[in-house]
């Protein structure tokens, strides 16, 4: 016989599953966006949504600006790591300089692109050329899930990587949690269950 305690293990089970499911995270390349390019305009920023704890970008030849809006992180405290280096492919060279400026905000950009708040210089030369530079910022309890990254290369040209793992997981978005939907045969299973939990009810009562 099919007992309740054996019928609650098996939902508790089901139930764990369901709510561990989680969308896979996703690297954003540039190149991949409208035109290959981040924006530039801090009236209208790139957004990029939940799923991609990765962000790939390029500073290029200078004055290379990229507005970032990544609107679906994880509330709470968390850091966000930038790293940058020479874009793959480049020749080490006595000449070679590359840098620029970090700029933040957990609110849009109102009135210009440079009212965020300052989170470091990049600046690699050639005594650097093969030590990736990295800028951490750090979170706090407060942070409200929009953050916004203002991104100006000023001259030279490097790549950088956007680390954010509070942008991928699905646990801490129940609201979204319908994007992932669960197998038909699931629903299914939960109403055999149920079924089977009542004609065991039923039997104890005659009994």
Request: glycine residues 12%.
């Amino acid at each position: 016989m099919f007992s309740m305690t054996a019928l609650r293990a098996t939902l508790a089970l089901l139930a764990v599953s369901a709510f561990s499911l989680s969308a896979a995270a996703s690297t954003v390349q540039e190149t991949s966006v409208s035109g290959g390019d981040y924006s530039g305009e801090w009236q209208k920023p790139t957004v990029i949504g939940f799923g991609s704890d990765s962000i790939v970008g390029t500073w290029s030849q200078g004055n290379d600006y990229d507005i970032l809006a990544l609107t679906g992180l994880t509330k709470g405290a968390q850091d966000i790591t930038l790293t940058f280096s020479p874009i793959t492919g480049t020749t080490y060279s006595d000449s070679f300089s590359a840098g620029g400026n970090v700029f933040w905000k957990t609110s849009p950009l109102q009135y210009s692109g440079w009212e965020g708040t300052p989170l470091g210089s990049i600046g690699i030369q050639k005594e650097k050329f093969y030590t990736p530079q990295t800028l951490t910022l750090s979170l706090d309890s407060s942070f409200g899930g929009e953050l916004y990254l203002q991104l100006y290369g000023t001259y030279g040209s490097l790549q950088y990587n956007i680390s954010a793992p509070g942008n991928a997981s699905l646990a801490s978005k129940p609201t979204i949690a319908s994007a992932v939907p669960l197998p038909a045969g699931i629903f299914l299973m939960f109403g055999g269950l149920a079924v089977l939990g009542g004609v065991a009810a039923t039997r104890r009562r005659k009994a």
